[in-house]
């Protein structure tokens, strides 16, 4: 459809939606790690590298408040964004 707004239960494609997730989940991981100081491991975890190629494409890190097809980007304190989110309601 164009864009990056997949919820992570996404029927027409479930493998895409539970990447997704897993992207969301590595992302709120990292978040806590760099806040406490600690440092993530392993093949799966987030990096800056990958957040920002993902934040190029234009990737929503959550989905919340659904309303039809209108949905409201929650961000975090710290991590910059910049996206622009279509307020139509036509998806």
């Known amino acids: 459809h164009g864009n990056c707004l997949v919820p992570s239960r996404y029927q027409p494609n479930p493998e895409l939606g539970v990447w997704v997730g897993t992207q969301r989940t590595q ?6 790690a760099r806040e406490s100081g600690q440092q993530l491991t392993g ?19 959550a ?3 659904q309303e039809g097809s209108r ?3 929650v961000t975090y304190p710290g991590i910059p964004y910049n996206i622009d989110v279509s307020t139509s309601e036509q998806d």
């Open 27 to 32: 992302y709120r991981l990292y978040l806590k």
């Open 43 to 61: 093949a799966t975890a987030m990096n800056e590298q990958r957040i920002q190629q993902l934040e190029e494409l234009g990737f929503l890190w």
């Open 63 to 65: 989905l919340r408040g």
């Open 71 to 73: 949905k409201e980007l």
